[in-house]
Every structure is written in structure tokens, then in C-alpha cells.
């Protein structure tokens, strides 16, 4: 038995080991903040679809909004990336496919920076 669950068990509290359900505010909150980082992340995808913001510069230094955002689904953002080239790009930088944009190695950050600066 775990220190924690024996005096759990010793005071004559039983535990479920589930956190507590969030409050409606709390939900309410965390709905906000998923809908600002959509939002967010449509007009990034907008701005590298109509080239106002480039690839390689969201690679170099990502926004916050998109930390989370899967690599593939950027670069298809990308005019004439479709799904075929974005999977061939991926392979040769041996990236996977479900990627996320924090996630990436320096290595392969700066493999694909390279690419998309020539």
C-alpha cells in the first residue's frame, strides 16, 4: 500500500484517486482559452495560406497559440504543400506525421527551416 493511500486509509477517508469535477466557471474558462487558441491558430494558418507570415519564421520562433498545433497541419497551410508533399518532406526530415510544432528536435527544426529558405 502507497504512504498515501495507508494514511488515507488510517484517517478513515477513502479516496476514489479522481480529481475533483471543474466547477461550471472553471469549464467556462478553459472553453475561452480553447476557443482564443483556435481562433488563433485559423488566422496563422490564413496569414501562411495568403504569404503575410512565413513558414520558416513560425518554425524559427513559434507563437504560444501554436505550440500545440501538429506540424503536417501547418505546413498544408503552406500554398502548394498538399498532403503528399508535407508526408514526403516529413519522411526525408524522418518526422513523424503526428508531430507536434514544440515537439521538434532541434535537428529536425532546423532541417526544416533549411528547406523552406531555399
Known amino acids: 500500500m502507497s504512504p498515501a493511500r495507508r494514511i488515507a486509509h488510517v484517517a478513515g477517508v477513502r479516496t476514489t484517486g479522481k480529481a475533483p469535477a471543474p466547477s461550471k466557471e472553471q469549464r467556462l474558462v478553459a472553453l475561452q482559452k480553447a476557443n482564443t487558441i483556435r481562433a488563433e491558430r485559423a488566422r496563422l494558418k490564413n496569414d501562411l495560406a495568403t504569404g503575410r507570415v512565413q513558414i520558416s519564421e513560425v518554425l524559427a520562433n513559434p507563437p504560444a497559440y501554436a505550440h500545440t498545433e501538429r506540424l503536417s497541419v501547418l505546413m498544408r497551410a503552406v500554398p502548394t504543400f498538399g498532403p503528399a508533399?508535407?508526408?514526403?518532406?516529413?519522411?526525408?526530415?524522418?518526422?513523424?506525421?503526428?508531430?507536434?510544432?514544440?515537439?521538434?528536435?532541434?535537428?529536425?527544426?532546423?532541417?526544416?527551416?533549411d528547406h523552406f529558405q531555399l
Open 85 to 113: 508533399r508535407v508526408s514526403r518532406l516529413l519522411a526525408r526530415c524522418r518526422i513523424s506525421e503526428s508531430k507536434r510544432l514544440a515537439g521538434l528536435t532541434d535537428r529536425q527544426r532546423q532541417a526544416l527551416i
